[in-house]
Structures are given as structure tokens and as C-alpha cells.
């Protein structure tokens, strides 16, 4: 074990190494320390993308992909979900209206950040949508992201970088109207304070509110995020900023459309068609704030302290309907009715230090990170009692059936239901090391603590509930790059996995030990036509040992014998092929190309997670016409193969695509429209847990002023 220890934290040291990189780059390149100057940190800072290191794409040894800001804007990308739906390799299952999980090479993504910083999601369930307007971009990285959090899985990590001040005073206004009577403004301004530049601000925000496609479901959204950064002495480098969301949605859905009859025939239904009730709501109004303070401690070397804090309540009273049998009768009846209730209050805070840097050894020069970090997450939910006798299991009338067919339960009190805490503290290493001129060693470690009590996010207060163990675990990661030529690189890299589970086994009362595993990747990336455009292909092979799976269904005892699935742990295995192109073969031509090709066994060697596509297309283009140069056109789209569910729904290969056309009215104004599902496809989604329709084809009409 110590071996093993020490093995890792050679590892991490070489990543780190890779931070103090570009840290370095960011600085005045003299011998002697001299003052940060702020403006310039603006103007070249380098992200740390979702793999906690600086470098450049090309010279990470795992695949990554962007969702820039032009991207997300041009194509009326406003939702997180409907952004990351367009990426290389990652799948959104949509199995509610306000709840989705996220998959990538056969796992369900479990880790979400916001500048590199965040805590995996309970079950790898997120809860809304994210407004695109507030991020410069979405990064995500396919494969093992232990060495960034030191918990993880093969599936991958999506970070999302906020917007920052910039140098220069100004900004836009955006006006949107469209289809299902949406309406939203958005409004980025950024002004810079001081004379000499060394401290500025920037005020986003966006309101929205629309109806939507499925019967009686409406959203409105309002957010505002404010950041301001600036120079503290000659070497301090402070920034401050905070988010508030007030999300409401009407007439959710809880759980999603039961589509198969009894004897597995699939049924087809109006793509409005909706399981919710007109009393029902979710609510969810969160806050996040933020401090950084980085300070050089001499041309090479900075430390670096961040603290970030977040608190949400969600509020809801939900329906949900289900078939008691295997599925629908024939006359479409068999659903019954179970309403819910609940109030739930999140509390996060994460505590980061590092230290990163340049070092010279044997004639080289590489570079070096460590730190430790602290994350705590507090949750509890109560819910609202009512007479079961009365309003619980009550039959509904024939699908689809409209809002008022189900009666809103008289409410009582509300009652401790569900609440737990956790901790983690980690110390994390890497560095960089030139080997030679044309090879790179990365290698990193973590080393964490997890302590956990209480129940899971979405599991229940019961007396038999155990107490989590704490839990020790080192994970190793090693990457190796060699530079073909100066514009190929080819690459090899190797993670231990490691994520705890919050789902328990068929006695509903012991939850499954962690899930442990290994990830490889073997790649070749190349730079064409001076930089502008990246291509990727790599091949990767996952192993992960005890992933909690769906085993079956039972009342539990200890929550009024509701309905509960239980889980085993199983050993499954991930292999395949990725490929993308991003980046412009002409000046006015962008775009980006991505295609995923795997293989998923279950430990019987057969096939398994049948509702994973095994493979997925994906592409983003937009030209300027040389003869219309004010007018810019784009298409982008998503092909998949087939997927089912044992016992579910089916859903053949399919194809949908998005268009734009926005035409510069003037050099500070823009006319955009959007058409969203172009030839009007109607599919089914979402069928991990259940099963959705798509939305049918839509518009939005965008003027965006720059002021």
C-alpha cells in the first residue's frame, strides 16, 4: 500500500507539473519578481479545462472537447442539457422534465463543475438546467476524472467556465421570442474600474419564460451573476463573484410515459402527452459564491486559495404515475397515482490550496502542482403527509388523460424524510516532466478521505439505515506524450477509478460497496492548417467492478411500502473508438465533427446497458458566404443507433438537426433565427429510466445589440 502510495504521488507531482506551465506563460518572463499586472493575467489566462491542468488540448493525454460561447449563442443554445446533447460522445437522457443523468463511453457522468471545482452528483442525477449565458464555454473530458477529484468513474467530467472581466468596457443585449410563447432577455456587461486596468467587473444576466410542447408545462427562469477581480499589491490577484437562480417550473413531470401495453407491444402517443397534474410544481432557488486570491511568490511559483460556497431549496409537489402490471391494458388504463411532496435544502462548501510551478532538473525544465482541498455537502428533505387512504393508489382514467383527472391531496405537515453529509478531503499531486524534447511524462495522484452519514440524496430515513464507513483510497494516474512531428502528438494514458455508491442492495437497508476499476486511453492528435483546426482519435478500454445496477423492484417497509428498486453490483465493461475534428478548414468556416463507436459487457460476457447507443454522430457547422459576408448559416445534428430496455421502450436509429441564419443588420446589431428539429422527427428518449418525446420542430426569432 505504501508503494502504491508513493507511486501516486510521484505521479501527481508530474502533473502539477503541467499547471506551473502556463502559470509561468501568464507571468513576466524575468528572473527577478515583479508586479502581476492584472490585465495581462485577463488577456492570457489559460484554463485548466476540465482536467485540472493548463495545458494546451493537443498536449493533454485524453480526449477533450469545447462548447464555446459563439457556439452555444448561433445555434440558440441556451439549456445545458440541449448544449451537451450536440457534444462528442455524450448522450442526455432526459427521463423527466426537471431531471436528467448524463452518459459518455457506457457510464453515467457523476462529476459536474464550475471552473474546475464541484462535488460528484448524488446518483449522477442533475436537477435543471444550466443557462449557457453565464459560461465562456463547456468543456468536457471523456474517461477517468480521479485525478481531478479523487472520486470518479470512466464516464467523464463536464466543467463549465464562467464568464470573467475582461479588459475592455462593454457588452451586448440579447431579445429572444419564439415558439410555445417564449420570451427571454439577457444583458453582459463589463466595465473596467480603474485607470491603470487592474480592477474590473462583469454583470450577466437572463431572464426566461415559456410554455412548453408538453401539455401544461411551463418554465420561467430568472438568473444574475456579478464577478469583479483585481490586483492586491504588486503580486495579489483577488476575485469575488456570485450567482442567484430562481427556477419555476409548472406542471412537471415525475417520473416519465409508460409506452409498452402488458403483452410488450409499444404504444404511440401525442408528443404533448404528459403524466403531471395541474397542481403540481418545482420550484429550486439556489445562491453560489465565489473567492480566489492567487499570489506569486516569484517568476515561477504561485499559490493559489479558492472557496466556494452554495445553497439551494428546492420546493415541490409532484405526480407520478406508474402501472402496477407490466404495463399499459389494451384500452390504455392500468396507470395508478402516488402524489408527493417535499422540501429539500443543499448545503456545499469546497476549501482549495495549491501551490504550482517551474522547476529545472537535469538540464529541463518541467512543471509542478500540489494541494489539498476540503468539500463538505449537507442535504435534507422533508416531506408533506396526507391521507394515503384517500389520495394514494388511486386507478387514472385512460392515457392520455388530462390535468384535473387526479385529486390534489388535502396537505399536512411536513416531516423529516431523507438527510445526510459528506465529506472529502484529498491531497492531489502532478507534475509534467520533459523527458526528452519530444516526450512528456505525466503522472498524478490522489489521496482521499470520505466520510458519510446519513442517507443518500434520494433515499429514505429508516431505522435500520447504517452509518457509512470512511473511506481511504489512493488513486494513480500516468500519461506519456510524444510529439511525432510539432503538429502530431501521440499519447498513452492509465487511472485507477474509484466512486462510492448511494444505492442500496435488495434489502434496501445496506448500501453497495464503492465501485473500483481502471481506465485506459491510446491517442493520436494532430494540428492542421497552422493551428486552426484539431482532430482526435483515440481508442479506450474501461473496466469498472461492482457498478451499481438495477436488480429488481420492492415495497419497502420502512416508507409505507412504497415501491423501491434495489441494486446489485456488477462488473461491467466499456471499449471503443472516438474521433473529432473542431476547428476551421476556411477563415469564415467553423466547425466541429465527432463520432463514438463502443462496446458494453456485462460479466456474463453478453451484452448490457442496451439503452446506451453503441453509436453516436455529431457535428456543428457555420459559414459566412464570401458573397453575403454579413449573413452567416449553420446546421448542426446528432445521428445514434438504436437502443431499448428490457421491459421498456424501443427506439430505432435516428437523425435530428438544427438550423440557423442570423444576417448583421448593422456592425452592432444581429438577427438570428433558430429552427430547432429541422424535419420534425419525432423520437423517444430518455429510456435508462423511463421514457420521453422529443420536441417537435420549433423556432425563435434573437436580435443581439452590442453596447
Known amino acids: 500500500m505504501q508503494n502504491k502510495f508513493l507511486m501516486s504521488a510521484c505521479a501527481a507531482a508530474a502533473t502539477c507539473a503541467v499547471w506551473g506551465d502556463a502559470i509561468a506563460q501568464a507571468q513576466a518572463p524575468t528572473q527577478q519578481i515583479e508586479s502581476v499586472v492584472v490585465t495581462g493575467k485577463r ?47 455524450i448522450n442526455v437522457e432526459q427521463y423527466e422534465t426537471n431531471r436528467a443523468t448524463f452518459n459518455s463511453r457506457g457510464f453515467e457522468i457523476q462529476l459536474t463543475q464550475v471552473d474546475g471545482v464541484g462535488m460528484s452528483n448524488d446518483w449522477g442525477t ?18 477517468a476524472n480521479g485525478l481531478l477529484t479523487g472520486v470518479g468513474n470512466a464516464s467523464g467530467t463536464i466543467n463549465y467556465v464562467r464568464k470573467r472581466p475582461t479588459n475592455k468596457d462593454g457588452g451586448e443585449i440579447s431579445v429572444s421570442a419564439g415558439s410555445y410563447d417564449m420570451r427571454r432577455v439577457a444583458l453582459d456587461y463589463n466595465k473596467v474600474f480603474s485607470s491603470d486596468g487592474s480592477w474590473a467587473g462583469r454583470l450577466v444576466a437572463a431572464d426566461e419564460d415559456k ?104 420546493a415541490a409537489r409532484l ?19 402516488w402524489p408527493y411532496s417535499s422540501r429539500v435544502i443543499t448545503d456545499n462548501q469546497l476549501f482549495d490550496a495549491s501551490v504550482n510551478g517551474r522547476f529545472e532538473a537535469f538540464g529541463r525544465s518541467h512543471t509542478l502542482i500540489a ?23 388511486l386507478p387514472l382514467p385512460t392515457f392520455p388523460y388530462p390535468g384535473n383527472a ?73 500519461g506519456l506524450t510524444y510529439d511525432i512531428t510539432p503538429n502530431v502528438l ?98 469564415d468556416t467553423r466547425f466541429t465533427l465527432g463520432a463514438t463507436h463502443l462496446r458494453l459487457k456485462g460479466p456474463d460476457g453478453n451484452d448490457t446497458y442496451e439503452w446506451i447507443p453503441r453509436t453516436t454522430v455529431n457535428f456543428l457547422v457555420d459559414t459566412r458566404l464570401p458573397a453575403l459576408p454579413r449573413l452567416n448559416l449553420g446546421v448542426a445534428g446528432r445521428w445514434q443507433s438504436d437502443i431499448s430496455k428490457k421491459g421498456g421502450a ?9 438550423a440557423f441564419a442570423a444576417y448583421d443588420v448593422t456592425d452592432r446589431a444581429t438577427v438570428r433565427l433558430n429552427v430547432n428539429n429541422l424535419f420534425d422527427k419525432k423520437i423517444i428518449r430518455g429510456l435508462a429510466y423511463g421514457a420521453l418525446y422529443n420536441e417537435p420542430r420549433n423556432y425563435a426569432v434573437t436580435l443581439d445589440y452590442k453596447l
Open 490 to 587: 501521440a499519447y498513452v494514458s492509465h487511472s485507477d477509478i474509484f466512486q462510492n455508491q448511494d444505492q442500496k442492495g435488495i434489502d434496501l437497508k445496506t448500501y453497495l460497496a464503492p465501485m473500483k476499476g481502471v481506465n485506459r486511453e491510446l491517442g493520436v492528435k494532430a494540428e492542421w492548417f497552422n493551428k486552426q483546426l484539431l482532430t482526435t482519435l483515440a481508442v479506450f478500454r474501461a473496466e469498472q467492478h461492482g457498478l451499481a445496477t438495477v436488480a429488481g423492484t420492492k415495497p419497502d417497509p420502512d416508507n409505507n411500502n412504497q415501491p423501491m428498486d434495489y441494486y446489485e453490483g456488477r462488473d461491467v465493461k466499456s471499449r471503443g473508438i472516438e474521433f473529432e475534428a473542431s476547428g476551421r478548414i476556411v477563415k
Open 319 to 337: 405526480f407520478y404515475a406508474f402501472p402496477f402490471g407490466a404495463g399499459l391494458n389494451n384500452d390504455n388504463t392500468g396507470l395508478y397515482g
Open 650 to 658: 424501443r427506439q430505432d436509429s435516428y437523425a435530428l438537426v438544427n
Open 43 to 89: 488577456a492570457n489566462h489559460i484554463s485548466k479545462g476540465a482536467t485540472g491542468l493548463p495545458m494546451e488540448l493537443k498536449d493533454t493525454p485524453q480526449s477533450i472537447s469545447t462548447l464555446d460561447k459563439e457556439d452555444l449563442a448561433n445555434f440558440g443554445l441556451t439549456g445545458s442539457n440541449e448544449a451537451l446533447s450536440l457534444a462528442t460522445g
Open 371 to 393: 494541494g489539498i482541498s476540503r468539500s463538505h455537502q449537507e442535504a435534507k428533505t422533508d416531506t408533506q403527509s396526507y391521507d394515503t387512504t384517500k389520495y394514494q393508489f
Open 211 to 314: 410554455d412548453s410542447y408538453v401539455r401544461a408545462l411551463h418554465d420561467k427562469r430568472s438568473t444574475i451573476y456579478g464577478v469583479v477581480d483585481g490586483q492586491i499589491g504588486d503580486n495579489g490577484v483577488l476575485t469575488i463573484g456570485a450567482t442567484f437562480q430562481d427556477a419555476k417550473q409548472r406542471s412537471p413531470m415525475w417520473g416519465s410515459l409508460t409506452l409498452v401495453y402488458a403483452d410488450g407491444r409499444l404504444a404511440d402517443f401525442p408528443a404533448s402527452s404528459s403524466t403531471s397534474q395541474d397542481w403540481t410544481f418545482w420550484n429550486i432557488r439556489s445562491s453560489n459564491a465565489f473567492v480566489e486570491y492567487a499570489q506569486a511568490l516569484n517568476p515561477d511559483w504561485e499559490a493559489k486559495l479558492t472557496y466556494n460556497v452554495r445553497h439551494a431549496k428546492e
Open 126 to 143: 442533475v436537477v435543471g438546467r444550466q443557462d449557457t449565458y453565464f459560461f465562456e464555454r463547456i468543456e468536457l473530458i471523456r474517461g
Open 406 to 478: 387526479y385529486p390534489e391531496p388535502v396537505w399536512g405537515e411536513f416531516s423529516p424524510a431523507s438527510g445526510g453529509e459528506q465529506t472529502l478531503t484529498r491531497f492531489y499531486a502532478a507534475t509534467r516532466l520533459a523527458l526528452t524534447d519530444q516526450v512528456k511524462a505525466i503522472v498524478g495522484i490522489n489521496a482521499i478521505k470520505l466520510v458519510r452519514t446519513g442517507s443518500s440524496r434520494y433515499g429514505s430515513v429508516s431505522p435500520g439505515d447504517p452509518v457509512y464507513p470512511a473511506t481511504r483510497e489512493t488513486s494513480p494516474y500516468f
